[in-house]
């Protein structure tokens, strides 16, 4: 079972649709106790960080989602999901994230914002088990104005350019983070959410 966390931002229907079309049992949980009942766990989300960490804070699902990626299991950050992982972001001064991971993240400087439409994946770690049968420069599916800036370059899944490389996928040990659409991705966006699922 994967457990979708709904903290009222984005489309989570079509992530969990995308998600059982490729083979999932999920669940949209707006309670915290569900996350240890899962196998996997999916942080979507669009939207300013600081007020999906407030709604994540109101839901008590800050600690569950540290407990959750400390006990090992499968976690996947979409767009803003992504973002939320690391320490602070410039959005409106600096706001603080989960801080799961070392880093930063950014606005686009000059350049039209949001970053939007389909675009390459430059495939950084060819180890990376949430890229398997995935070719570099497949297109994939953006909608965003800021961008992860990690500490460590290693976590580095994918980059993508836009006026320069940014950060476009992160994998580190058990945590997963894209910050494209991959349910808005078609074909490749599916073997992506595919491959999560067949994580063990």
Known sequence: MIAIIDYEVGNLRS??????KVGAQTVITQNSADLKKADKVVLPGVGAIKPAMQKLKELKFIDAIKET??????????CLGLQLLFEKSSEGGDVKGLGILKGSVERFQNLKVPHMGWNQL????????????????????????????PTDPT??????????????SIATKNIFGVQF???????VGLKILKNFVELS
């Open 69 to 78: 990626i400390n006990s090992g299991k499968p976690f996947l950050g979409i």
């Open 122 to 149: 430059n495939i950084k770690n060819k180890n990376c088990s949430l890229l398997k049968g995935v070719e570099t420069l497949s297109n994939v599916y953006f909608c965003h104005s800021y961008y992860v800036k």
């Open 155 to 168: 976590v580095t899944a994918t980059s993508t350019d836009y006026g320069n490389d940014f950060v476009s």
């Open 181 to 187: 659409h991959p349910e808005k991705s078609q074909a």
């Open 15 to 20: 992530v969990q649709k995308a998600l059982e």
